[in-house]
């Protein structure tokens, strides 16, 4: 089985900002894709950022500039560095992962419990 934790939700004022960490642990061969996505209250869950084993990246439009993915493969970890936050930016924030469990196994997409990322304006 594999497991994604979160950490480092919480509430910040506009303007200020907030580092996101998801664990990956448990049966991993390798991981492959890993990224962020939000669900604002009364809104569908939206891609924030995604990040590549090789470390290519891709924004939502809204976001370039002032958030950072970015990833540790040696600890399975990825990170969401996010500056200059925004009212809007408000919602809970899941991690996602492609995660091969063995050498024989076939990719599958995990996700984290979710925090919540409230900036007040």
């Known amino acids: 089985q594999v497991q994604l934790v979160e950490s480092g939700g919480g509430l910040v004022q506009a303007g200020g900002s907030l580092r996101l960490s998801c664990a990956a642990s448990?049966?991993?061969?390798?991981?492959?894709?890993m990224g962020w996505y939000r669900q604002a209250p009364g809104k569908q869950r939206e891609l924030v950022a995604v990040i590549t084993k090789s470390a290519s990246t891709n924004y939502k439009d809204s976001v370039k500039g002032r958030f950072t993915i970015s990833r540790d493969n040696g600890k399975n970890t990825v990170y969401l560095q996010m500056d200059s936050l925004k009212f809007e930016d408000t919602a809970v924030y899941y991690c996602?992962?492609?995660?091969?469990?063995?050498?024989?196994?076939?990719?599958?997409?995990?996700w984290g419990q979710g925090t919540q990322v409230t900036v007040s304006s």
């Open positions: 448990g049966s991993i061969f390798s991981t492959n894709a």
């Open positions: 996602n992962a492609v995660v091969v469990a063995d050498r024989w196994g076939s990719p599958k997409v995990y």
